[in-house]
C-alpha cells in the first residue's frame, strides 16, 4: 500500500473583518516552545501564510483525520494571536504580503521582483511513495493529462485583491508566474529528469532544485513522487479526495508502466491550455478529456477519472471512498463555487472569508 502525505498552506486572517495578517512567525516561536521538536508547522514565503505537512499515511481516514487535528491545531496557535486560519488559495481581500525573512526568500524578491510579491498563494501539495527513481518518471509521465482534473476539484481561488477573476483557480494561474512552473515534456528516464534539473539550474534563473516547480516531480527529500497542482481545499473532506485520487493516479501510472502501455504523447502546449480550461472553469463548465484534449462536460471527465483509476481505488480499498466524494463535491461545489455562493448570500467579501474560517475546521 502506498503511503500517501499532504502539505497545505494556510491563509491567516483576522477573524473580524477578515484582513490577511503576517503574524507566522510569532505562531511558530509559540509552538516551538510549546511543544519543542514538532515537525508539522513551518513558514512559507510571506508572513500572512502557515504551512503543515502530515505524515505518510496508509489509510485515507487516518490522513482525512490528521489533515483535521492539524488545521485546528493551526487555529489553536492562531488564536493565541488573535488570528484565525482560512484554507483560502488566495486573498479574496486587498492584501500588502510581507515578505518573510529568509535568505532564499530574500533572493527570489530580488531576482523576481514584483512577480514574487504576487505569491501570496495557498497549495496542496500531495506526496505518494514510489519505490524507486524510475517508477517515479514513468509515473510523472502517465500523470501529466490528468493533472487539471484534480486541479478542478480543489479549485478554491475565484477571488484577487477584491474582485472577482472570473476564474476557479486564479492561484495556478498567479503560480504559472514562475519561468520553471507548470507541465512538462515526458521524461522516460531518471538520468533525463535529472538532467533537465540540472540544466534548468545552469542557466542561473532558478536557484536550485527546490526551484524545479513542476506541476509534478520527484521529491529530493524523500522517496515520493510531488504532485503540486492543487489549491489548498476549503474543506478537508475535499483535500482527503484530492490525495485519493492523487494515490490512485500513481498507482495506475505504475501498473501502465509495468504492463509496458506508453503515456500518452501530449505536447506541452496542449497540457497548457487543458490547465487553463481547468482553472478559468473549474467544474461548471467543460475540461479537456484527458485522452482525446476535446471538450466534455467536467463531471463526465471526473467520472472517467475515477474509470480509469478504478482498479487502483479498489485494490486500496479506496473505491467508495472516492465515489461517495466525488458525488459529495458535485453536490457540494468546490471551493470555488463555495465561495461565490457565499458572496451571494452574504454581499461582502469579509463575510466570505470570516464564514470560510469555519468552513476550514469542518
Request: glycine share 6%; charged share 25%.
Amino acid at each position: 500500500m502506498r503511503t500517501v502525505g499532504v502539505e497545505e498552506e494556510l491563509l491567516l486572517v483576522d477573524p473580524e473583518n477578515g484582513d490577511p495578517r503576517a503574524v507566522a512567525a510569532a505562531i511558530l516561536a509559540q509552538a516551538a516552545h510549546d511543544d519543542p521538536g514538532q515537525d508539522v508547522f513551518d513558514e512559507e514565503l510571506f508572513g500572512q501564510m502557515l504551512e503543515f505537512a502530515t505524515h505518510p499515511q496508509s489509510d485515507m481516514a487516518a490522513l482525512g483525520e490528521e489533515i483535521v487535528r492539524c488545521r485546528k491545531e493551526a487555529a489553536r496557535h492562531a488564536g493565541q494571536f488573535g488570528c484565525a486560519v482560512a484554507a483560502l488559495a488566495a486573498s479574496p481581500l486587498p492584501v500588502d504580503p510581507l515578505l518573510t525573512v529568509n535568505e532564499r526568500y530574500a533572493w527570489l524578491a530580488e531576482r523576481f521582483g514584483v512577480g514574487t510579491r504576487d505569491q501570496l498563494v495557498c497549495g496542496c501539495h500531495v506526496h505518494v511513495a514510489v519505490e524507486s527513481d524510475e517508477e517515479g518518471v514513468a509515473v510523472l509521465d502517465r500523470l501529466r493529462p490528468w493533472l487539471p482534473a484534480l486541479v478542478a476539484i480543489s479549485a478554491n481561488s475565484p477571488f484577487w485583491q477584491g474582485s472577482d477573476t472570473g476564474y476557479a483557480s486564479y492561484r495556478t494561474r498567479v503560480w504559472e508566474r514562475w519561468p520553471s512552473a507548470g507541465p512538462t515534456e515526458l521524461f522516460v528516464s531518471p538520468e533525463r529528469y535529472h538532467r533537465r534539473v540540472r540544466d534548468m539550474m545552469a542557466t542561473g534563473v532558478i536557484l536550485d532544485e527546490a526551484m524545479a516547480y513542476f506541476d509534478a516531480r520527484l521529491s529530493a527529500h524523500c522517496p515520493t513522487v510531488e504532485i503540486r497542482v492543487a489549491d489548498v481545499c476549503l474543506c478537508a473532506q475535499t483535500a482527503v479526495l484530492v490525495a485519493t485520487l492523487t494515490r490512485a493516479l500513481v498507482e495506475t501510472a505504475a501498473r501502465d508502466w509495468r504492463a509496458g502501455r506508453p503515456p500518452p504523447d501530449h505536447s506541452v502546449s496542449v497540457l497548457r491550455l487543458g490547465a487553463w480550461q481547468a482553472a478559468r472553469s473549474g467544474m461548471d463548465e467543460d475540461l479537456l478529456d484527458p485522452m482525446t484534449m476535446q471538450p466534455r462536460p467536467a463531471p463526465e471527465v471526473l467520472r472517467s477519472l475515477l474509470d480509469h483509476t478504478g482498479d487502483a481505488l479498489t485494490a486500496c480499498g479506496d473505491a467508495e471512498r472516492a465515489e461517495q466524494g466525488l458525488a459529495e463535491l458535485l453536490r457540494r461545489g468546490n471551493g470555488a463555487q463555495q465561495q461565490r455562493g457565499l458572496l451571494e448570500r452574504a454581499g461582502s467579501l469579509r463575510d466570505v472569508v470570516t464564514e470560510c474560517v469555519r468552513h476550514t475546521q469542518s
